[in-house]
């Protein structure tokens, strides 16, 4: 029961009915280069988040009409969630002011403690903490950009869109998860919960996987770690929580010079590299190495069907280009079988042998000039039994399918075949871009549909590696019958 | 004297005075995938080639106001190159012609020869090289690309800009190739000789190689190589070369299913990849598996002074991106050492420590909001004696540095300490970017400025690495006076 009062207190920072802001000056004056308390109030009204905010000012009557208070005690009603943006030197006051007034969560943005080195920040942090933990209270942070909830309209993230989905990411960086959720949704995700944590005062890494293992808006889970103080509790819930719902961490700080920054960045001890990948062994946590890798994987496992199958047709075209794709899918662990001669007649009826091969990878540009050719390669494809998945591998722009209207046929001719085979064996795009322009938008309509797309072929080879090993774990572990797991 | 005809005659493939072009239709249509008769005879003459250009079509009396022969025996001065385009049967035919005509260079554009895997092309191939060796013909090609040569206005390769410079590519593939061109202007690299080879016909990459290593107009040799006949001439002309002028080898299809690919592209046989291993440790070619890796060690080599120092300063801002920015380092051969505590202490002076630090990697975003204390800084790492490189590592875009005016004097500020301190130590720029663009501009003109620039920190350190070992080779292999490439 205790248990339970807890969590529902702790659900409380992410679907809040009252918010004070701690700190909010009257005018535009910087207070904290994360965000101001300024900042934060004007993010929140402008989102319309529907709960009740309490800005905290004891100069200030009023901050842009909305009535003022000296301290949170003096706010009439029990506050779900405080954010602190006062100076770090003023932080040990107003945590007690929280305890006094019962607040259930607090978010501390404020920088400057133990991650400065000086000896003045961290005896603030151990102070802080001290009556954190005596009185009781959660916190995120110091030292941490805090919370966006897309679906409770709360974020503390400057300029980010609310994109709302089953994605959630714990990330002890703020700059790390701002990129999430700002390359996030090209990839076609879209968030739950995210949560920067930075110097984790009191709530670290596994309170936060806790709480969304059992979030039933949460499907697919993202951690950044630098440090961690209770690795056991971490690798319990990994391992409990992973083979439900897929865990993706990235661990910062494991050479020397990248400890040294973390060390400076959250404070934290970053630990040795051998015991992360004895961790990653045991928990069959997928392990990425930037946000970027991050979105990838995520992409793959919000929209393939879950398979332990490893055969790949790549479809592609340019013979210096087609060498490569053999060697970066060998690279990336990704195995192009043969196809059956069965296959290859029935497409050399339609794929001239000049300047163009059927073996896999497929060099055949004139597919991407003829519609109809490529519907009837990829259902050839399809059906060859050592094929599961179709890597296309496009340059768009190149080989001719610049004309918009071919580019709309190709693109119709993917979209169609992958809406009317549901359950069907996936397709999977590559498309270099640039980020705008022309292939960008083709990628993007593709993943709209629901077809994964990636900016190169190697990031497919290694989304689809990391996805394939993390059914075979799941398939493994749970010792169940792999065959839901299989395409054939 | 034998020789010295030889070498002569093939560099009137690179400086032909008179071209012709065998199989030019009247009108547009479609001859080889990879470019038509045609389309290379209205290039020549738009790129405002001084030669002469002779069209060979059986059937035409002019093409396009310019007389047209029956065959290259009809032409009424001596060929320094022939291109062939006409379609593969015919082949054999037109070099017995250029042998009765004494041609001096042959470029053999057409497909359908042994990268077919079929009967009829391996033998179609077999009787044109009999042809060729029992004439003597230097042939280039078939299946091939051919030449772009910019101080000579010749090129065969569609809608590429000619940049002269002293960068030779000798290329199996034509994709890889006219990627090369691209791409590399915009690392700041201009072209001697780009050589697209195909089938090796005759010709094979070493014999390119030896050609480039005498020709004063190339300083640095890129090569991308899918199969070779005589390793054993490529291993010691590599080795002679290499010391002299940097040679940057990719090598295609190590993996199995790369090694199909090159089967059916230039009828290649790849190769073991631990022989290849082998010869990058023996000749200490610089090894790279992309064009753009290829583009980025190149810029290296033409911009920074050769040096064996491995000691490198990272200087960016965000503390998450700092984390990576160590890891990636470290990952990628690259030292950071720390930085002595005077520097620190200096430093110190004017970086305030809350949200930034002045271990190695710098976290310190407030030096792009300042270019007096981003020049202090600078300098201060240029003095620190464990520094011989500084990498900036900008995201331009964030950390306030948007505003166009300030964005003018952080990159005013770079420009002219590089520009100031010639011969000292180099800077080096880290700027994601997409290829357009505000962060893509700013690049661009670093690089116009001499500073090498990549697209992410990782390339950055990647090209670092492999320009330092090459320095190394270099150093250990002459064993003359390392002084000459160190900093100190």
């Given at each position: 029961m205790a248990n339970k009062t807890r969590v529902s207190g702790f659900e409380r920072a992410f679907n809040p009915r009252t918010i004070s802001i701690v700190g909010v000056s009257r005018t535009d004056?910087?207070?904290?280069?994360?965000?101001?308390?300024?900042?934060?109030?004007?993010?929140?009204?402008?989102?319309?988040?529907?709960?009740?905010?309490?800005?905290?000012?004891?100069?200030?009557?009023?901050?842009?009409?909305?009535?003022?208070?000296?301290?949170?005690?003096?706010?009439?009603?029990?506050?779900?969630?405080a954010i602190i943006t006062v100076p770090a030197k003023s932080v040990p006051?107003?945590?007690?002011?929280?305890?006094?007034?019962?607040?259930?969560?607090?978010?501390?943005?404020?920088?400057?403690?133990?991650?400065?080195?000086e000896?003045?920040?961290?005896?603030?942090?151990?102070?802080?903490?001290?009556?954190?933990?005596?009185?009781?209270?959660?916190?995120?942070?110091?030292?941490?950009?805090?919370?966006?909830?897309?679906?409770?309209?709360?974020?503390?993230?400057?300029?980010?869109?609310?994109?709302?989905g089953p994605v959630s990411f714990v990330s002890q960086s703020g700059g790390h998860a701002g990129a999430f959720l700002r390359f996030g949704p090209d990839q076609g995700i879209g968030f739950s919960k995210i949560i920067s944590y930075g110097n984790a005062l009191t709530?670290?890494?596994?309170?936060?996987?806790?709480?969304l293992g059992s979030d039933p808006e949460t499907r697919v889970?993202?951690?950044?770690?630098?440090?961690?103080?209770?690795?056991?509790?971490?690798i319990r819930l990994v391992r409990e929580i992973n083979t439900r719902k897929p865990i993706i961490i990235w661990k910062g700080?494991?050479?020397?010079?990248?400890?040294?920054a973390a060390a400076s960045h959250t404070g934290s001890l970053a630990g040795d590299s051998q015991v992360w990948d004895a961790f990653f062994k045991q928990t069959g946590a997928i392990r990425v190495s930037s946000i970027e890798e991050m979105a990838e994987v995520v992409s793959a496992l919000l929209y393939l069907r879950p398979s332990v199958s490893r055969g790949v047709a790549v479809l592609g075209g340019g013979g210096g280009n087609n060498v490569a794709t053999g060697d970066i899918c060998a690279q990336e662990g990704i195995e192009l079988p043969l196809l059956s001669s069965e296959t290859q007649t029935k497409l050399n009826d339609f794929i001239s042998l000049v300047n163009q091969s059927v073996t896999?990878?497929?060099?055949?540009?004139?597919?991407?000039?003829?519609?109809?050719?490529?519907?009837?390669?990829?259902?050839?494809?399809?059906?060859?039994?050592?094929?599961?998945?179709?890597?296309?591998?496009?340059?768009?722009?190149?080989?001719?399918?610049?004309?918009?209207?071919?580019?709309?046929?190709?693109?119709?001719?993917?979209?169609?075949?992958?809406?009317?085979?549901?359950?069907?064996?996936?397709?999977?795009?590559?498309?270099?871009?640039?980020?705008t322009g022309v292939a960008w938008e083709?990628?993007?309509?593709?993943?709209?549909?629901?077809?994964?797309?990636?900016?190169?072929?190697?990031?497919?080879?290694?989304?689809?590696?990391?996805?394939?090993?993390?059914?075979?774990?799941?398939?493994?572990?749970?010792?169940?019958?792999t065959d839901d797991l299989q395409d054939e």
């Open positions: 004056k910087k207070q904290h280069p994360g965000g101001t308390g300024l900042g934060f109030f004007r993010r929140l009204r402008q989102l319309g988040f529907k709960g009740r905010i309490y800005p905290v000012n004891p100069k200030a009557e009023e901050i842009e009409g909305v009535r003022s208070y000296p301290s949170v005690v003096s706010v009439p009603e029990p506050l779900d969630l006051q107003v945590l007690k002011d929280c305890i006094a007034a019962g607040v259930l969560n607090v978010h501390i943005c404020t920088s400057g403690f133990s991650e400065t080195g000896e003045e920040g961290k005896r603030l942090e151990e102070t802080a903490r001290e009556i954190a933990l005596d009185g009781g209270l959660r916190v995120i942070g110091p030292n941490s950009m805090g919370l966006q909830v897309p679906s409770a309209k709360i974020s503390t993230f400057d300029d980010m869109p609310l994109v709302n709530l670290d890494a596994p309170d936060f996987l806790e709480y889970i993202c951690l950044y770690i630098e440090g961690i103080r209770d690795g056991r509790k971490l700080g494991l050479t020397d010079s990248g400890a040294r896999n990878p497929l060099d055949a540009p004139s597919l991407f000039t003829d519609a109809s050719h490529l519907r009837q390669a990829i259902e050839l494809l399809t059906a060859d039994p050592g094929v599961h998945v179709i890597i296309l591998n496009l340059n768009v722009g190149l080989f001719g399918i610049t004309p918009p209207k071919l580019m709309r046929q190709v693109r119709k001719c993917i979209c169609d075949f992958a809406r009317e085979t549901p359950g069907g064996k996936p397709i999977v795009a590559a498309i270099p871009h640039q980020g083709f990628a993007q309509k593709l993943i709209k549909e629901g077809i994964p797309s990636y900016r190169s072929l190697r990031r497919a080879c290694r989304a689809l590696n990391r996805f394939t090993r993390y059914n075979e774990y799941v398939s493994q572990v749970s010792g169940t019958c």
